[in-house]
Each structure stands twice: as structure tokens, then as C-alpha cells.
Nanobody
């Protein structure tokens, strides 16, 4: 079993920055073996993918509306994934969730964190 705990959310003005963390724990957990991603959900909207980082090679991908502003990374020793968010906009407001996915012997396991609130306002 894998537990994911997000932290680092908060309130910030437009143009500000926040860094989210997603700490993974559990038996034999190593974030490098998981495809990991950040999702967010704004009030009244569906959950959307923000950024992802692949297992092993650490290839990254971003939603178009965060490219050039957000950076996803991970620390394989600390078992933590990060999301550095710069030049935040009001529309970045929402609950941010981390997700971990692993495929072993064609069986997919996925895990979610409980979410952390990010509020961008004047």
C-alpha cells in the first residue's frame, strides 16, 4: 500500500509562487518506480491534469496553461514529488492532488493524496 501526503498549499497573490510537495510512504515505496502527476480541481469544475513525471526516466509533461510557469520534479532518495508554481494566476486556484501509478505484471495500481488547497487572489 502507498500513502501520499500533499503539503505546501496556501494563499498567494497573483504573480506569486508556491512549492507543493507530495510525500510517498509505504512498504518498498520508491517514487522512481511510479508514474506520478499533479492534478487540480477548481470549484464546480472537473479534476484536470496539471503535470506529470514518468517512472525511471523522469520525463515530464505539462498542461498548456501551466507550461513555462510550473516545474514538476522528484527526489528519489526522499521519496517526494514537487510542483514549483511560479507566476501564479487566479485561475490556478483549486485543490491540488498528487497521484501515483504503477503497472506490475499488466496490473495497474493507482493512489491519490488527500489534496492541498491553493488560493490565488488579490
Amino acid at each position: 500500500q502507498v500513502q501520499l501526503v500533499e503539503s505546501g498549499g496556501g494563499s498567494v497573490q497573483p504573480g506569486g509562487s508556491l512549492k507543493l510537495s507530495c510525500a510517498a510512504s509505504g512498504s518498498n515505496v520508491n517514487v522512481s518506480r511510479f508514474g506520478m502527476s499533479w492534478f487540480r480541481q477548481a470549484p464546480g469544475k472537473e479534476r484536470e491534469l496539471v503535470a506529470g513525471i514518468s517512472s525511471v526516466r523522469g520525463l515530464t509533461n505539462y498542461a498548456d496553461n501551466v507550461k513555462g510557469r510550473f516545474i514538476i520534479s522528484r527526489d528519489n532518495v526522499k521519496n517526494v514529488m514537487y510542483l514549483q508554481m511560479n507566476n501564479l494566476k487566479i485561475e490556478d486556484t483549486g485543490v491540488y492532488y498528487c497521484k501515483a501509478v504503477r503497472v506490475v505484471n499488466y496490473e495497474t495500481s493507482q493512489y491519490w493524496g488527500q489534496g492541498t488547497q491553493v488560493t490565488v487572489s488579490l
